[in-house]
């Protein structure tokens, strides 16, 4: 199993990279985890257009899924037609936001571009990847996955502040790509985002063999937060880079 990292800059793509977006590769089968703003263009330097396999949508803030408007323009308009039916998985409600956000009617919207289906915590099976679902801790409903292949695993937070079913889900995980958007000390909202500390605590918690801090915003200083990872967690550890390539 491949992760590459498309974009991974927390709130509004940054000089170096778009919002969030992660591409899982096994046995051919491309799977895309989030399409937050400028990652579709990002996205086609790893992937072709029409080479995606499936879509999952960790939460409906614009930083992790408002580029799929503009997926909608390449696969409607594509000069050889419009491909088959993308699955694309998303909390409730995914259907009608997208189609506010192009501002169209909410019926048909783009379910004749888009397979909708409608995530909930539990596992289910996309081609040969195993994917887990759990509920974080968010503002809005929000979904960290655990996608599995062949005896291997990688778990994406999502956004999420402190979360116990997160630590679950990430349970002996292989990589664990967690967000860590806020600085300790500095941000002292309640259940939006995990600092450096809390993602280390999280990943010690879980046993993770590996860390990588992702969704640091361009006003925040990475490699604080990676010390403060670090200082909380006994493994490996380091921060997301677009284009960056993990064989699991």
């Given at each position: 199993?491949?992760?590459?990292?498309?974009?991974?800059?927390?709130?509004?793509?940054?000089?170096?990279?778009?919002?969030?977006?992660?591409?899982v590769e096994a046995d051919g089968y491309r799977l895309v985890l989030d399409l937050g703003n400028g990652a579709l263009g990002a996205l086609q330097n790893y992937c072709g257009l029409y080479d995606v396999d499936a879509v999952l949508l960790s939460h409906l803030h614009a930083d992790h899924c408002i580029d799929l408007c503009a997926y909608w323009v390449a696969r409607n308009y594509r000069a050889e037609g419009c491909p088959d039916l993308?699955?694309?998985?998303?909390?409730?409600?995914?259907?009608?936001?997208?189609?506010?956000?192009?501002?169209?009617?909410?019926?048909?919207?783009?379910?004749e571009v888009f397979g909708f289906?409608?995530?909930?915590?539990?596992?289910?099976?996309l081609g040969p990847?195993?994917?887990?679902?759990?509920?974080?801790?968010?503002?809005?409903?929000a979904f960290a996955?655990?996608?599995?292949h062949q005896g291997r695993s990688l778990v994406y937070s999502?956004?999420?502040?402190?979360?116990?079913?997160?630590?679950?889900?990430?349970r002996d995980t292989d990589l664990f790509l967690c967000?860590?958007?806020?600085?300790?000390?500095?941000?002292?909202?309640?259940?939006?985002?995990?600092?450096?500390?809390?993602?280390?605590?999280?990943?010690?918690?879980a046993g993770a063999r590996r860390l990588v801090l992702?969704?640091?915003?361009?006003?925040?200083?990475?490699?604080?937060?990676?010390?403060?990872?670090?200082?909380?967690?006994?493994?490996?550890v380091e921060v997301a880079k677009p284009g960056a390539v993990y064989e699991i």
């Open positions: 199993m491949k992760l590459t990292v498309v974009g991974c800059s927390g709130s509004f793509p940054s000089t170096e990279s778009p919002c969030s977006s992660y591409l993308l699955p694309v998985y998303g909390p409730p409600g995914t259907a009608e936001r997208l189609a506010r956000a192009y501002d169209m009617p909410e019926e048909p919207g783009m379910r289906r409608t995530l909930s915590p539990g596992s289910f099976d990847l195993r994917v887990t679902v759990a509920r974080v801790n968010h503002p809005v409903d996955f655990r996608v599995e999502g956004d999420t502040g402190e979360c116990a079913e997160l630590v679950e889900l990430a967000e860590a958007a806020y600085v300790d000390g500095r941000d002292t909202y309640q259940a939006v985002h995990l600092n450096g500390r809390e993602a280390g605590e999280h990943a010690a918690a992702t969704h640091i915003p361009p006003w925040t200083d990475a490699e604080h937060n990676r010390r403060d990872a670090a200082a909380a967690y006994a493994g490996p």
